[in-house]
């Protein structure tokens, strides 16, 4: 019920982690994945407020116009035209589109 809290799509967690008791992730993740729905704004703000809360790597991926954006803190957001890349892992962008083909 907190207006403050955000879920991304998809958080990759480093272990150990804990929870609260509502099931919401206690240490900040290595890696928020934001998918874009249509007629949804405000993800290159809320990729800054995961990085304000400590996550590293922020993806946005937006499916209908194929356009993904990396974000690791700082007022940089990067256009990726082919590998996604947060530390150590990297995903093609054949690979996230693959499905919707």
Not at 20 to 36: C, D
Not at 53 to 63: D, Q
């Amino acid at each position: 019920d907190d207006p403050d809290y955000f879920t991304p799509d998809v958080l990759v967690a480093q272990v150990p982690y804990g929870r609260t008791k509502a099931g919401h992730l206690i240490p900040p993740g290595f890696l928020a994945v934001e998918v874009v729905s249509p007629k949804q704004g405000g993800l290159f703000d809320k990729a800054q407020a995961y990085s304000d809360w400590g996550v590293e790597h922020v993806w946005i991926i937006y499916p209908e116009s194929r356009e993904c954006f990396e974000y690791h803190g700082g007022n940089s957001f990067i256009k990726v035209d082919d590998v996604l890349h947060a530390g150590p892992l990297s995903v093609e962008l054949n690979d996230v589109f693959a499905e919707t083909e």
